[in-house]
């Protein structure tokens, strides 16, 4: 198949998209639009069972990125486990802090909303819209990690509880 253009990514290569979860490029294929050629990647997302159209020269500017290696997976497994400083007591302002730290979607920015939403939920029940947060945060994470390190996605969850709980 002519490959055309570049890409950052190729078929078959799994890759994260933030607040979306962990996808495989199904293909990379030319569509039509208007009066314009575009190039786009089709994204099978596992969590929520859906395919997606990406065009290839957003896809950077929508965090859409690589899996992180097994340093950097092992690092925000041991990131959890740190000390850090107390968040914001008012839910809506940790509310949009974790938001835009999902948003960004690197590694160490979902471990940084995991562990300080686990902290926070267990010196007072989370609110629902921050729950949420937290369980979509948690399961990026797992999935990630469980991808970056190969190990079993129960395997890591497990780890990740650990880690918090330590």
């Known amino acids: ?38 190039l786009y990647y089709t994204i099978y997302l596992e969590f929520s069972d859906m395919t997606v159209m990406v065009p290839v020269d957003k896809a950077i500017e929508l965090g859409i990125r690589a899996i992180v ?3 950097e997976a092992e690092k ?15 839910w809506k302002l940790r509310y949009q802090m974790n ?6 979607g690197s590694v160490l920015d979902i471990a940084s909303v995991v562990r300080s939403l686990y902290h926070r939920s267990k010196i007072k029940e989370l609110p629902i819209l921050e729950r949420k947060l937290y369980d979509s945060a948690l399961n990026l994470l797992q999935d990630e990690i469980s991808f ?13 509880r650990a880690r918090l709980e330590s």
């Open 76 to 90: 925000a497994l041991a990131f959890i486990s740190e000390e850090y400083a107390p968040i914001p007591s008012d």
């Open 69 to 71: 290696p097994k340093d």
């Open 99 to 104: 938001l835009d730290l999902l948003k960004k």
């Open 148 to 160: 970056s390190l190969n190990k079993p996605k129960d395997e890591i969850a497990e780890l990740i």
């Open 1 to 38: 198949m002519d490959k055309g253009p570049t890409t950052d990514f190729k078929v078959d290569q799994r890759i994260v998209y933030p607040s979306q979860g962990v996808g495989r490029i199904l293909e990379i294929q030319e569509k039509s639009f208007k009066d314009t050629k575009l």
